[in-house]
């Protein structure tokens, strides 16, 4: 194999800085090209060694220990977690990795657990609903019991306030006393326009996270989102599964006062109902609601929710580790995995574990391979390469937006991070899922890696589904670091999402294959080193919502 990143380019080192710079990438040729003149850089002999580390066998046996019974499905804050924080610090260590968090390996993450009442009851219009069946509720609130009586209930259309696209769901109303009832997804998804928003692709207005929010800010009492699988990229199962019984969130200094005091999803058919003795119809409202002039509709019903919690407040922990660079240890490529699933629910009829063997016990078993790889690397890079197994990612990235807030190291410092929710399970694929590719130029990079191995990455097939927003890395890209990550879990008809998905029926079976993540996490390995061998710092694109967090902070 040839010496140099760039030598292998027939168009010639020059030709391809320029194009790079023309991507708005800053590559400058570091000395590897010229050999190791300054004592540090990685040769492609010693990089393609210890990528060799990378095998099919370490995954497998990663991953089944992760997703073996014994973890409890790996819920933050029980016996589960302290399984899985054991096995993760004696494999960092054995790797020999340093520890990068404020307790050895561990960052305490505070949270808060909020477990609401089996006998939360909700009537819309006198209608008395089922819990769980035709909606689920909670309250983001750190109290006993929050109960609301006869709250006005209004159509809001998306919730959303957009002035770059000058709509506001919510204008001429004054919030107090009232709850919103909105749609999921956006106006793009509906029209499948690409003029609209940003067509197709969900933005994250049309995040369900972003409804509460934005509910709150309006100081509405309450949210109710309407669930319909498409738009939602999940059906009523998945709602169900994440928002009944036990609920985490970060402690806050105000124990979300701010927050609406009802969060929560009805069915598709409960909204109709609602809205016909309204004498409204529902799929006209919904046309309606595409119209940026559209205002807030009255149902001309109330809504009465009581909700009683038990509240526990307790530390789950992000397990960090690193090893340092060469010649810019303060610089950082990170590699994050969240190690925590849906743990065990005793109401289940037979298989009560959610093992969560693709989500996420083999993206940390990728994680474990590559920190492998890096440690066998001699010399080590140039610039310091972070570890990060996250807890509390089901319960809304939880493990790593306190990371972001509560970093180890300063985000500006952060060149990147890496992530890996879901890897591939059945075997090499030709072509392999990143999110994040329209946003950076990690692209680039990302597909040259690709290349060298013969593969191609690709967007995700769902763009409308807005899962750029749904995992780790997104924590970090709210504070400017730009990232990729893996999500191989096929769109939204996949046979892994329709059958498998946050289902206690995602375990490790003897006829998966790892040797798709195998190939994922090299391409991974190989991007990361010649990122933490280099100088360059990888740029949002000019429309990327998260440019401007990252030239704020100075890059
Ligand atoms: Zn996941």
């Known amino acids: 194999m040839k010496p140099g990143k760039h030598a292998s380019n027939a168009g010639g080192l020059a030709a391809r800085i320029s194009l790079l710079v023309t991507a708005g990438l800053l590559l400058v040729a570091c000395g590897q090209d010229n050999g190791r003149s300054s004592g540090a850089g990685v040769s492609?002999?010693?990089?393609?060694?210890?990528?060799?580390?990378?095998?099919?066998?370490?995954?497998?046996?990663?991953?089944?220990?992760?997703?073996?019974?014994?973890?409890?499905?790996?819920?933050?804050?029980?016996?589960?977690?302290?399984?899985?924080?054991?096995?993760?610090?004696?494999?960092?260590?054995?790797?020999?990795?340093?520890?990068?968090?404020?307790?050895?390996?561990?960052?305490?993450?505070?949270?808060?657990?909020?477990?609401?009442?089996?006998?939360?009851?909700?009537?819309?219009?006198?209608?008395?609903?089922?819990?769980?069946?035709?909606?689920?509720?909670?309250?983001?609130?750190?109290?006993?019991e929050i109960s609301i009586k006869a709250s006005d209930l209004v159509f809001a259309g998306y919730?959303?306030?957009?002035?770059?696209?000058?709509?506001?769901?919510?204008?001429?109303?004054?919030?107090?006393?009232?709850?919103?009832?909105?749609?999921?997804?956006?106006?793009?998804?509906?029209?499948?326009?690409?003029?609209?928003?940003?067509?197709?692709?969900?933005?994250?207005?049309?995040?369900?996270?972003?409804?509460?929010?934005?509910?709150?800010?309006?100081?509405?009492?309450?949210?109710?989102?309407?669930?319909?699988?498409?738009?939602?990229?999940?059906?009523?199962?998945?709602?169900?599964?994440?928002?009944?019984?036990?609920?985490?969130?970060?402690?806050?200094?105000?124990?979300?006062?701010?927050?609406?005091?009802?969060?929560?999803?009805?069915?598709?058919?409960?909204?109709?109902?609602?809205?016909?003795?309204?004498?409204?119809?529902?799929?006209?409202?919904?046309?309606a609601a595409l119209d940026a002039e559209f205002l807030p509709v009255s149902l001309e019903q109330t809504a009465s929710v009581d909700v009683q919690n038990t509240i526990r407040k307790q530390a789950s922990y992000n397990v960090i580790g690193m090893l340092t660079g060469s010649e810019r240890p303060d610089e950082y490529v990170i590699y994050t995995a969240h190690w925590d699933h849906l743990g065990v629910d005793p109401a289940l009829e037979g298989d009560q574990i959610y093992n969560g063997a693709a989500d996420n016990a083999s993206g940390v078993a990728a994680l474990l391979e590559i920190a492998e790889a890096y440690a066998a690397l001699e010399p080590p890079p140039r610039r310091s390469v972070m570890f990060a197994a996250v807890t509390a990612e089901e319960s809304g990235l939880l493990g790593s937006l306190y990371?972001?807030?509560?970093?180890?190291?300063?985000?500006?410092?952060?060149?990147?991070?890496?992530?890996?929710?879901?890897?591939?399970?059945?075997?090499?694929?030709?072509?392999?899922?990143?999110?994040?590719?329209?946003?950076?130029?990690?692209?680039?990079?990302?597909?040259?890696?690709?290349?060298?191995?013969?593969?191609?990455?690709?967007?995700?097939?769902?763009?409308e589904s807005g899962y750029f927003y749904r995992s780790d890395h997104f924590s970090l890209a709210k504070f400017g670091v730009p990232g990729l990550s893996f999500l191989n879990a096929g769109p939204a008809d996949s046979v892994y999402v329709r059958e498998h998905y946050h289902k206690p029926s995602d375990e490790y079976r003897d006829d998966w294959d790892l040797s798709g993540a195998v190939q994922d996490a090299q391409l991974y390995f190989d991007l990361g080193y010649r990122l933490a061998d280099s100088d360059a710092f990888p740029a949002w694109r000019e429309t990327s919502e998260f440019r401007a967090a990252r030239v704020a902070d100075g890059r």
């Not at 069915?267 to 119809?281: I, K, N, T």
Request: aromatic share 8%.
């Open 44 to 144: 492609e002999e010693d990089a393609a060694r210890a990528m060799s580390r990378i095998d099919v066998d370490g995954m497998t046996r990663r991953t089944v220990a992760l997703a073996d019974d014994a973890m409890q499905g790996r819920a933050p804050m029980t016996d589960g977690e302290t399984r899985t924080l054991a096995y993760l610090e004696q494999e960092f260590a054995d790797t020999g990795l340093e520890p990068a968090g404020d307790q050895g390996f561990l960052q305490p993450v505070p949270l808060v657990e909020i477990t609401a009442s089996a006998a939360t009851t909700m009537a819309l219009g006198g209608e008395s609903l089922r819990y769980g069946d035709d909606f689920v509720v909670w309250t983001k609130r750190v109290v006993d």
């Open 159 to 287: 919730g959303i306030i957009a002035p770059e696209y000058g709509r506001n769901d919510y204008a001429g109303v004054d919030w107090a006393g009232k709850t919103a009832v909105v749609l999921v997804n956006d106006p793009g998804f509906a029209t499948g326009d690409a003029e609209v928003f940003n067509g197709r692709a969900m933005t994250y207005y049309g995040r369900w996270t972003y409804k509460y929010e934005e509910a709150a800010r309006q100081g509405a009492d309450g949210v109710l989102i309407i669930h319909e699988t498409a738009p939602a990229a999940y059906g009523w199962d998945v709602v169900r599964n994440s928002n009944v019984g036990p609920q985490l969130d970060l402690v806050t200094e105000n124990d979300g006062a701010d927050r609406a005091a009802i969060e929560g999803w009805i069915q598709r058919d409960v909204a109709e109902r609602l809205f016909q003795r309204a004498g409204l119809d529902l799929d006209a409202m919904k046309q």
């Open 403 to 463: 990371f972001a807030r509560n970093p180890p190291v300063l985000t500006r410092n952060l060149v990147a991070v890496l992530n890996m929710d879901i890897m591939l399970h059945n075997g090499s694929e030709a072509q392999t899922t990143l999110l994040g590719l329209d946003q950076s130029a990690l692209a680039e990079l990302a597909r040259e890696a690709a290349s060298r191995q013969g593969r191609e990455v690709r967007p995700h097939p769902s763009p």
